[in-house]
């Protein structure tokens, strides 16, 4: 059975986390994927291709893409390389205190350059990416003409 892990599963958007593939076969050639839907329902996608290594495990942070969104060992590279599905789009948090990103980390068989609504990936995971941490509180400032927030650590 393929299990695909994030590492840990919830965590601040700057934190590197370690995404991880088991239960491969060895040098199974196999397609990682991240997706997220933004707060207007907009799509943004990241790909990379990878071979599996000896004992059927992929590790973006030790193993080299072999191509997709990029290419190379990058262990963040699924989630800085996401892509807008409608051109000029930019993925844009407004809500960062009530709600995290879901980016959705799945696994399919060979190379998939695009993915059949149809297809069953291999296996899948969550990773939630929060903007604020726990305990943080937001003031607003409104002096003058000038608009921002203010961010308070617990």
């Known amino acids: 059975m393929v299990e695909v892990t994030v590492t840990p599963q ?3 958007a700057d934190r590197p986390v370690q995404i991880r593939v ?3 076969s060895p040098s199974q050639l196999v397609t990682l994927r991240a997706w997220l839907k933004d707060e207007q329902g907009e799509c943004f996608q990241s790909r990379a291709f990878f071979r599996a290594d000896g004992v059927g495990e992929v590790d973006p942070g030790f193993h080299a893409a072999l191509g997709g969104s990029y290419s ?5 590279g699924l989630f ?3 892509q807008p599905d409608t051109l ?3 993925l844009v948090k407004r809500d960062v205190a009530g709600s995290p990103f879901c980016v959705r980390l799945e696994v399919f068989d060979g190379l998939s350059l695009d993915t059949d609504p149809q297809e069953q ?5 969550e990773a939630e990416r929060w903007y604020v941490g726990p305990g943080v509180q937001r003031v607003p400032i409104r002096e003058g003409r000038v608009r921002g927030a203010l961010f308070l650590p617990p």
């Open 80 to 82: 800085w390389f996401l």
């Open 72 to 76: 190379g060992v990058w262990p963040m």
């Open 10 to 12: 919830s965590s601040l």
């Open 121 to 125: 990936p291999l296996g899948s995971c």
């Open 88 to 90: 000029f789009r930019r």
């Open 22 to 24: 088991q239960g491969l």
